[in-house]
């Protein structure tokens, strides 16, 4: 069966870095968008960022624009989010999805992973 599964959360201070990945598996992702979404308590769960895993084409959010790279390892099968100047705002359970839809659409997503924990604060 397919499984996404995220690594790499914790807990960071303001300004930090930190790197999430996402490994992939159970079927073929071509064609697919595979995003970044975040849920903090109480909010709902919003769009980070996507890749597509054929084209490589990326997109953001504005709140992440200019600090938050998304890739994809082919050979790993997995997606990365690379999270530079880190701010209290970014915190919240980081989840992987992959899907055929519109990629800043929730409900666009078939597969999901179990979320990670990012926390900024000093």
């Known amino acids: 069966q397919v499984q996404l599964v995220e690594s790499g959360g914790g807990l960071v201070q303001p300004g930090g870095s930190l790197r999430l990945s996402c490994a992939a598996s159970?079927?073929?992702?071509?064609?697919?968008?595979m995003g970044w979404f975040r849920q903090a308590p109480g909010e709902e769960r919003e769009f980070v960022a996507a890749?597509?895993?054929?084209?490589?084409?990326?997109y953001y959010a504005d709140s992440v624009k200019g600090r938050f790279t998304i890739s994809r390892d082919n050979t790993l099968s997995t997606v990365f989010l690379q999270m530079n100047s880190l701010k209290p705002e970014d915190t919240a359970v980081y989840y992987c999805?992959?899907?055929?839809?519109?990629?800043?659409?929730?409900?666009?997503?078939?597969?999901w992973g179990q979320g990670t924990q990012v926390t900024v604060s000093s």
């Open positions: 999805a992959a899907g055929l839809g519109p990629v800043r659409l929730t409900t666009a997503y078939e597969y």
């Open positions: 159970g079927r073929t992702f071509s064609g697919y968008a």
């Open positions: 890749v597509m895993w054929s084209s490589l084409n990326t």
